[in-house]
């Protein structure tokens, strides 16, 4: 649907500049945005790049381990299935790690490698398992510390404190991250009644 959506807007937008006489404006426009587009995509990289080394580095350290065996009691509480499975663990773990720190595209790789891992210990593989569920939960809420991608954004627009929105993502991702393990929990043990 959002296929022909786009198309559609930009060509209306685009007639209607021809006809209004504004098309001088829809031209220094889209050279101002490509500007501003370059300018975000090279502090996104950079901040990235940083995050994602440093998270390289951590992972082949002790550091990991010991976070790993400190989420153990909490990951095993949230996937009871699959706290044997060794390999979707440490991945769960990672990613876990990772999305905390706010590191979503370091995150990503370990999301999927632990969607994997629990795909094969999934009995029908139409339906997703619980641990499944769970993962997706915790993916897309997330609670997070340093939000490393927003401050990016913020400090590339010149906001005037770029890190002022720390403690109200602390709010929020805590808030959306505890919502949604409970409706999960609750949804997963109506699933076993039935």
Known sequence: MLNYMW??????????AIISGNIENV?????ESL??????SMTLVGTMCLWCGLMEIVKNTSIMKKLIKLLR?????????????????????????????????AATPAGIKAMESLQK???????????MMMLIVLNTTSIELIPTTVIAIRSSLNAASPADIIIPIWF??????TVGVISTKILIKRGKNK
């Open 73 to 105: 009691p909490i990951l095993n509480w949230l996937f009871p299935e699959s706290k044997n499975n060794k390999e979707a663990m440490e991945n769960i773990s990672i990613n876990t790690i990772s999305n905390i720190l706010g590191l979503g595209n």
């Open 121 to 131: 210990e999934n009995k029908n593989n139409k339906r997703l398992s619980n641990s």
């Open 27 to 31: 031209n220094n426009s889209i050279f």
């Open 35 to 40: 500007e501003e587009v370059i300018s975000l």
């Open 172 to 177: 929020s991702t805590i808030i959306g991250t």
């Open 7 to 16: 198309p559609i807007l930009i060509i209306c937008s685009f007639g209607y």
